[in-house]
T-cell receptor
Framework: NAGVTQTPKFRVLKTGQSMTLLCAQDMNHEYMYWYRQDPGMGLRLIHYSVGEGTTAKGEVPDGYNVSRLKKQNFLLGLESAAPSQTSVYFC??????????????FGEGSRLTVL | GENVEQHPSTLSVQEGDSAVIKCTYSDSASNYFPWYKQELGKRPQLIIDIRSNVGEKKDQRIAVTLNKTAKHFSLHITETQPEDSAVYFCAASMNTGNQFYFGTGTSLTVIP
């Protein structure tokens, strides 16, 4: 049981390049999230998904796209990277909010630098 | 949307002393308030949470209190130890949505 796994762990991009971050969870969780973490800014929600085939915008969605074609995977894409997207990205998953606690299980993070 | 404010941003305490971190939220519909601990270079992990129908919850040396009227909640750590040194995040969410809104974090240093 690996929990939440993110790839890659580190990446350096040039302005204008594109890339995809992959998040995989093996806990059969319905909900998945992408956050970015910047110094002094806490964790800000980029996009989230409440189930396979669904996605929704969070607090800071501009410049990012996501897809959830399979329940266990949640992809975050940057079509044209900008220096402002230099950050640490965390994927998270949770079961549901009804019976369970709603606890977020985070991946290890992906450090992205855009030059 | 919800706005969560967290104070202080940094906190240093002597080992054995208590530490208190405070958060306020703006949306009265929020009803679930978790606290996450993030050690240096690691992922955030849930340490305690509280629902809006409860005023206080304890788990060994940590406790969380909630004041719904004032829309604020606090994390209390007693008998602090060096391994308590980390960044702590509060968050708020509601049953009708699936978004968790985080505070900006408090960097706690416990001085041996």
């Amino acid at each position: 049981n690996a929990g939440v796994t993110q790839t890659p762990k580190f990446r350096v991009l040039k302005t204008g390049q594109s890339m995809t971050l992959l998040c995989a969870q093996d806990m059969n969780h319905e909900y998945m999230y992408w956050y970015r973490q910047d110094p002094g800014m806490g964790l800000r929600l980029i996009h989230y998904s409440v189930g396979e085939g669904t996605t929704a915008k969070g607090e800071v969605p501009d410049g990012y796209n996501v897809s959830r074609l399979k329940k266990q995977n949640f992809l975050l894409g940057l079509e044209s990277a900008a220096p402002s997207q230099t950050s640490v990205y965390f994927c998270a998953s949770s079961r549901d909010r009804g019976v369970y606690t709603g606890e977020l299980f985070f991946g290890e993070g992906s450090r992205l630098t855009v030059l | 949307g919800e706005n969560v404010e967290q104070h202080p941003s940094t906190l240093s305490v002597q080992e054995g002393d208590s530490a208190v971190i405070k958060c306020t939220y703006s949306d009265s519909a929020s009803n679930y308030f978790p606290w996450y601990k993030q050690e240096l270079g690691k992922r955030p992990q849930l340490i305690i949470d509280i629902r809006s129908n409860v005023g206080e919850k304890k788990d060994q040396r940590i406790a969380v209190t909630l004041n719904k009227t004032a829309k604020h909640f606090s994390l209390h750590i007693t008998e602090t130890q060096p391994e308590d040194s980390a960044v702590y995040f509060c968050a708020a969410s509601m049953n009708t949505g699936n978004q968790f809104y985080f505070g900006t974090g408090t960097s706690l240093t416990v001085i041996p």
